[in-house]
């Protein structure tokens, strides 16, 4: 026993059956003498229905894990190349992609027999975002053991006015104010006609630089565009997939009710039946009796016959 099996154990359950099984197995690590271990798995906190939600949806749509966490990275890397107008479009994009898992969620979570409300359903959006903005949110996430929705809090650096975000090198130096400094070791007007080669060959190094800058710039947002198209396929996988549990569940429905139906008909014809059963019993209990009554007036009529037949002999061979 180890507490990554406890745990993944304990974190597959219903929210109901967790508090249960969670001393089931402390018990049983203090049974085999682990009084650490069982400190440990007492220590584990019960979901909230949040939680148990994202974890559920983890686990039971693995495939849909390895994508999300791409497009974090993808965001994230772009949030840092990326101009304004394109971040806004993988905004709009990682939005729909958000809305269509929590949707999945909540139909897992009311399959499971636990319906969710519309805040639930927000906080599982919430723990969504989360795990795009955050790598360490997406780690604890993919984990399938979630006690609490985690918080958005912490997102993406906003982007204004259609310009980079703010994750450039101007940004980062000290005191920056966003506008370009002077070139440094570009003689000042009227400076010594000997600094100007300097000056030309650092121009050279920073034009060098910007066309390094750019061609980065260039690969990330090609990588940032796959990975947007790539949740832009996912999400209408997975819209097309709820499509078709939708009308597989129309169909089942329509299907029990016609079978429904069909066993109102089939009870009320048994009953029908039944009853012509017992009229056919009576009658025929009848008609025996009827018969056996016959038999007896036969029996009798033939006795009758008899005696009447001897004595009609007797009289004609007595006669004078």
Same mark, same amino acid.
């Given at each position: 026993?180890?507490?990554?099996?406890?745990?993944?154990?304990?974190?597959?359950?219903?929210?109901?059956?967790?508090?249960?099984?969670?001393?089931?197995?402390?018990?049983?690590?203090?049974?085999?003498?682990?009084?650490?271990?069982?400190?440990?798995? /007492?220590?584990?906190? #019960?979901?909230?229905?949040?939680?148990?939600?994202?974890?559920?949806?983890?686990?039971?749509?693995?495939?849909?894990?390895?994508?999300?966490? !791409?497009?974090?990275?993808?965001?994230?890397?772009?949030?840092?190349?990326?101009?304004?107008?394109?971040?806004?479009?993988?905004?709009?994009?990682?939005?729909?992609?958000?809305?269509?898992?929590?949707?999945?969620?909540?139909?897992?979570?009311? &399959?499971? /027999?636990?319906?969710?409300?519309?805040?639930?359903?927000?906080?599982? +959006?919430?723990?969504?975002?989360?795990?795009?903005?955050?790598?360490?949110?997406?780690?604890?996430?993919?984990?399938?053991?979630?006690? #609490?929705?985690?918080?958005?809090?912490?997102?993406?650096?906003?982007?204004?006015?259609?310009?980079?975000?703010?994750?450039?090198?101007?940004?980062?130096?000290?005191?920056?104010?966003?506008?370009?400094?002077?070139?440094?070791?570009?003689?000042? #007007?009227?400076?010594?006609?000997?600094?100007?080669?300097? /000056?030309?060959?650092?121009?050279?190094?920073?034009?060098? +630089?910007?066309?390094?800058?750019?061609?980065?710039?260039?690969?990330?947002?090609?990588?940032?565009? &796959?990975?947007?198209?790539?949740?832009?396929?996912?999400?209408?996988?997975?819209?097309?997939?709820?499509?078709?549990?939708?009308?597989?569940?129309?169909?089942?429905?329509?299907?029990?009710?016609?079978?429904? !139906? !069909?066993?109102?008909?089939?009870?009320?014809?048994?009953?029908?039946?039944?009853?012509?059963?017992?009229?056919?019993?009576?009658?025929?209990?009848?008609?025996?009796?009827?018969?056996?009554?016959?038999?007896?007036?036969?029996?009798?009529?033939?006795?009758?016959?008899?005696?009447?037949?001897?004595?009609?002999?007797?009289?004609?061979?007595?006669?004078?």
């Amino acid at each position: 026993m180890d507490l990554d099996a406890v745990a993944d154990e304990l974190y597959a359950l219903r929210p109901e059956e967790f508090t249960s099984a969670r001393a089931s197995a402390v018990a049983a690590a203090r049974t085999a003498g682990d009084r650490e271990l069982a400190s440990r798995i /007492g220590a584990l906190r #019960k979901p909230s229905l949040a939680a148990w939600v994202s974890n559920l949806l983890v686990r039971s749509r693995p495939g849909e894990v390895e994508p999300l966490l !791409r497009l974090g990275e993808g965001l994230r890397r772009a949030h840092q190349d990326l101009d304004g107008t394109q971040l806004r479009e993988l905004s709009r994009r990682q939005h729909a992609l958000i809305r269509a898992l929590s949707l999945q969620a909540r139909q897992l979570a009311a &399959q499971a /027999g636990h319906p969710i409300s519309e805040s639930v359903q927000r906080e599982v +959006e919430n723990t969504l975002h989360a795990v795009l903005a955050d790598p360490e949110a997406a780690d604890a996430w993919a984990t399938g053991r979630l006690a #609490k929705p985690l918080s958005a809090a912490v997102g993406f650096p906003a982007v204004t006015g259609g310009g980079r975000p703010r994750a450039g090198r101007e940004a980062a130096e000290p005191g920056g104010t966003g506008r370009s400094a002077p070139a440094r070791g570009r003689p000042a #007007k009227g400076g010594p006609p000997g600094d100007g080669k300097a /000056g030309d060959r650092k121009a050279e190094a920073r034009e060098a +630089e910007a066309r390094k800058a750019e061609e980065r710039y260039r690969r990330r947002l090609a990588e940032a565009r &796959q990975d947007a198209e790539a949740a832009e396929r996912e999400l209408r996988a997975l819209r097309d997939e709820a499509a078709d549990a939708g009308r597989a569940a129309e169909e089942a429905e329509q299907q029990a009710e016609r079978l429904q !139906r !069909r066993v109102a008909d089939l009870a009320e014809e048994l009953e029908r039946t039944k009853g012509e059963h017992q009229q056919a019993r009576f009658a025929e209990r009848t008609a025996r009796e009827q018969a056996r009554a016959a038999e007896r007036r036969v029996r009798e009529a033939g006795r009758r016959a008899s005696a009447a037949a001897a004595r009609l002999e007797r009289l004609t061979s007595s006669k004078p």
